[in-house]
């Protein structure tokens, strides 16, 4: 009886898992482009300009380059 049972649930747990959604690459949307910023912010980095693609990208190079990369930082 016990091992009805325990066959039986595991039955349905193995359909269960059948059921599930496919989970897609759908990244995330944005309405605006990444550049154009949130507006007025403390947290701006000093050297960019709002809506300029320039700017923008020169800080995520000088910021690759010199704040995030560790190897770069232990060397000096």
Not at 4 to 31: F, H, N, T, W
Request: glycine residues 16%.
């Amino acid at each position: 009886m016990i091992t009805r049972i325990l066959i039986a649930s595991g039955m349905v747990l193995a359909l269960a898992a059948c059921g599930e959604k496919p989970q897609g690459m759908g990244g995330v949307k944005q309405d605006a482009a990444p550049y154009t910023g949130v507006g007025k912010s403390q947290y701006v980095q000093g050297g960019w300009t709002t809506g300029d693609k320039g700017s923008w990208e020169q800080q995520l190079k000088a910021r690759a380059q010199y704040g995030q990369n560790d190897y770069s930082r232990a060397s000096n």
